[in-house]
C-alpha cells in the first residue's frame, strides 16, 4: 500500500494529538480519575501510530491496540474500586476507546470527517448538563413522537422498495416515503421547538411555530381562540397570517431539496408572495394586539397513521398530476393543483417538484401549480377561520387575505414564461 507522505503524516497526527488534548481537557475539568488531559492525548496518538502500522502489518494492529486500551481501562477502574472510589458511569470509558479509533481514522480516512467527529466528541462531553436538562423537559408524548420519526424513517424507509410502479412509472415507494420523512422532519421540528418556547412565546413565535408545524392546524386553532374576545381576535389575525407566510418558506424548502435544479426559475415569483405576506404580516403586528400569551399546544406531527394518509395523498397527486400532463396538458394540472391545494400544500410541492425534478414538467409549470394550490389553500383557511372564527376575525383577516391573494394571481397573469 502507498506510504502516506511524511509531511500528511505529521499532520495528521498533529490533528489527533490536538484533538486528544481538548477531550481531555473536558474530561479532566469534570474531575474524571481514570483519564485526563495527557492520556486522551495519548491515548489519540496511539490510535494514530496503530492506523499508519496498519497499512503495513494489517488489520490485526488495529484490533490489538483497541484490545490494549480496553483492557487497561479495566484494569483502572478495578484500581478505582480498590481505592474505594465508584463511579457508575461509562462515558469516560466509551470515550477513551472512541479517541483510539478516531486517532486511527485521522491516519486512514478523511481528515475532515475526523475533525468533525473528534469535535463533535468533545462538545457532546461538555453540554453534559444541558442535555441531561433536555431529556428532563421531554414528557412521554414527546419521546413518543421522536420514536415514531425513528420508525418512519430509520425502520420503514430502508426497507421500502426503490423502483416504480403502476402507470405513468411514477410511483416509487421509498421515493413516497421520502417525501413521508421529510414533512415528518420539518413538523417534528417546529413541534421539538415548541416544547422549549411554546409556553412563554410571543406572538411572532406562535406563528413561525404554527406555520413550521401545521398552519392549517394552527388557523383551527387561533379562529376558535378568536371567539374570546377582540384581544384574542387581533391576536389571532397576526398568528395566523405569520403561519401562512411560514407556509411559502416551507414550500421553497421542499422545492429545493426536492428539485434543486428547478429553484432558479421556481424561486423569485414564490419569494414575491413570500414579500408580500411578510409585508401583510408586518402591517397586522403594528395594527394588533401583539401581547405574548402561549400558543395552543399541537398534535403530535409523528402519528403514523397521518405519515400513512400523507404518504397516500402524494402518491394520489403524483399519479394524477402525471395522468393529467398526459391527457390535458397544463391545465389539468393547474386543476388538480387547486384541488389538492385545498386539503394540503406540501404534497402538492413535492409531487410537482419530484416531477420537475425528473423533467416530467417544466420549472414554471411547477411554481405555478403551487401558485394555484396556495390560493385554494388560502381560501380553505379564509372558510375555516368563518366557521370557526368569530366574525370580528373574519372581517380583520379578510382584507389581508385578498390582498396576498391578489399579489398570487397579479405574478399568475404577468411573470413571464409558464
Known sequence: MEAIPLA????????????GLLVGLERERRGSSLAGVRTFAVVALFGGVAGLLSLELGGWVLAAGFLAVAGLTVMGNVGKLRAGLH?????T???????FGLGAFLLLGPLEVGI?????????????????????????????????????????FP??????????????????????VLIAAISLGGYVAYKFLGGRTGTAIAGILGGVISSTATTVSYARKSR????????SVVVILIASTIVVVRVLVEISVVAPGSLRIAA??????????????????RRGNANHQPMPEPSNPTEFGSAIAFGTLYAAIILAMAASRE???SAGMYAIGAVSGVADLDAITLSSANLARVETIRPETLWRVVMVAALANLAFKLGIVGVLGSRRLLRQLLPYFLAGAGVAVLVLLLWPGG
Open 8 to 19: 500528511t503524516m505529521v499532520l495528521r497526527l498533529g490533528v489527533a494529538l490536538g484533538l
Open 87 to 91: 463511579d457508575p458511569g461509562m462515558t
Open 93 to 99: 470509558e466509551v470515550a477513551l476507546l472512541l479517541m
Open 116 to 156: 468533525a467527529l473528534g469535535g463533535t466528541l468533545a462538545i457532546l462531553l461538555y453540554s453534559k448538563a444541558r442535555l441531561h436538562g433536555i431529556v428532563e423537559r421531554l414528557g412521554d408524548k414527546d419521546v413518543t413522537a421522536i420514536m415514531r420519526f425513528a420508525l418512519v424513517t430509520l425502520v420503514i
Open 159 to 180: 426497507v421500502l422498495p426503490n423502483q416504480t410502479f403502476g402507470p405513468f412509472a411514477v410511483l416509487n415507494p421509498r421515493e413516497i416515503w421520502l417525501m413521508v
Open 228 to 235: 374570546g374576545g377582540g384581544a384574542a381576535s387581533d391576536l
Open 268 to 285: 423569485p415569483p414564490l419569494l414575491v408572495l413570500l414579500l408580500a405576506f411578510t409585508i401583510l404580516s408586518i402591517l397586522a403586528w
Open 327 to 329: 391527457w390535458f396538458g
